[in-house]
């Protein structure tokens, strides 16, 4: 779900996908997915044993697979032929493999564990229901990212300047080039997230229970991850100051979106893999402390690079100075960082990316 936190937590890339035009036409491109899946739900039924979880959870990725390769398409404007000559199979297979089939699995494993533990609604004992909403949610939620990705790639190639495109090249570049902070960070958050759940576990049965588990181990999950997104944004190294620079209504604001909302879908989804797929119970204390720490860890590791690519991006997009642009040392550093483009790079969006930004 990295690609959904890039969409919605840097600035010029939300600001792209939410315009009054682009919602517009991702409420319809959003609804027929959904139609299509609630349709494809009601056949498939008859034929094949959806009550079965893994045949469940294939049919999800499968047809989110065949939304996102749709939605993209929608997002880009362009027939598939051209989609496909332009982007190439790499990206095309990216974005249905992990977009389409990976998020979609995520996503209807999330749903049913959502029914699960705040409806009491378990998908082992009533099929029919969850199964129905977490085909037409994941498809639905599917769309809409690869929509969104699709218009992001749609501006890239008319020339506009784009930082970070969401596809995790970034992420990996930064894992090269400064995989101790990113280790220190995600082994840090993870040694904290297990100690939370051990510590709840001393309350006995209530410490252990499946709702106060989830709750108070995304809280704690929620405050690394925006201490890591606060490290890596603030340009002296020190967090605390750069919190009290956003002020304490946007930064709760920002803790609870995405930093927890996100720090327990993380945590649902991997109670789904154990409870639906692996029929494990999520009450055993070693699997609450597998659950705590991966939870915890993920979110410490992809803040991080979150907020290190804000900070990137409100640095490229104010322009680089003339007098650093004439240095080959501080250009090669800034290209090697992904800050700036390769020089030898004459496209319309690395010409674009030359020139200084006007200011409001």
């Keep these: 779900m990295l690609h959904r936190l890039t969409l919605r937590v840097l600035p010029s890339l939300n600001a792209a996908v939410t315009e009054a035009s682009v919602r517009k036409r991702k409420r319809w491109v959003m609804l027929a997915p959904g139609l299509v899946a609630f349709a494809l739900y009601r056949l498939f039924k008859l034929v094949f044993p959806l009550s079965d979880p893994f045949l469940l959870i294939g049919a999800c990725g499968g047809f989110s697979a065949l939304a996102a390769l749709w939605a993209y398409r929608m997002g880009r404007s362009e027939r598939l032929a051209t989609v496909i000559r332009e982007d190439g ?3 095309v297979g990216w974005l249905m493999g992990w977009i389409g089939f990976v998020y979609g699995v995520q996503l209807s494993l999330l749903v049913l564990t959502l029914l699960y533990l705040f409806v009491d609604y378990n998908f082992l004992v009533h099929p029919d229901g969850p199964a129905m909403m977490a085909l037409i949610i994941s498809c639905t939620a599917v769309s809409r990212d690869a929509f969104e990705i699709g218009h992001i790639r749609r501006l890239e190639h008319q020339g506009g300047q784009i ?3 969401p596809d995790g090249q970034a ?3 930064m894992a090269r080039m400064e ?4 280790a220190r960070w995600t082994i840090f958050a993870a040694a904290g997230g297990i100690g939370v759940s051990l510590a709840l576990a001393l309350f006995g049965e209530f410490g252990r229970g499946e709702l106060v588990q989830t709750l108070i181990v995304s809280v704690a999950a929620a405050c690394l991850g925006y201490a890591a997104y606060l490290m890596a944004n603030s340009h002296s190294g020190n967090w605390i100051l750069r919190l009290k620079s956003l ?6 604001r920002f803790w609870a ?4 909302t996100f720090a327990m879908t993380y945590y649902l989804v991997q109670v789904g893999i154990f409870t639906f797929l692996l029929r494990v119970n999520v009450t055993n204390g070693l699997v609450q402390t597998f659950l705590a720490g991966t939870t915890a860890g993920l979110m410490a590791c992809y803040c991080y690079y979150l ?10 997009l104010q322009g680089i100075p003339d007098n650093l642009r004439s240095c080959p040392f501080v250009m090669k550093i800034l290209t090697q960082t992904g800050i700036v483009s390769d020089p030898q790079d004459k496209s319309p969006a690395n010409l674009e990316a030359g020139q200084p930004q006007k200011t409001s």
């Design 179 to 182: 995989p101790a902070a990113l």
């Design 307 to 316: 907020g290190n690519r804000a900070f990137v991006e409100s640095q490229t």
């Design 163 to 165: 930082v970070t495109f």
């Design 89 to 91: 199979f790499k990206r």
């Design 171 to 173: 992420f990996r570049r």
């Design 247 to 252: 002020g304490w209504v946007q930064g709760l």
């Design 257 to 260: 979106w995405p930093c927890f």
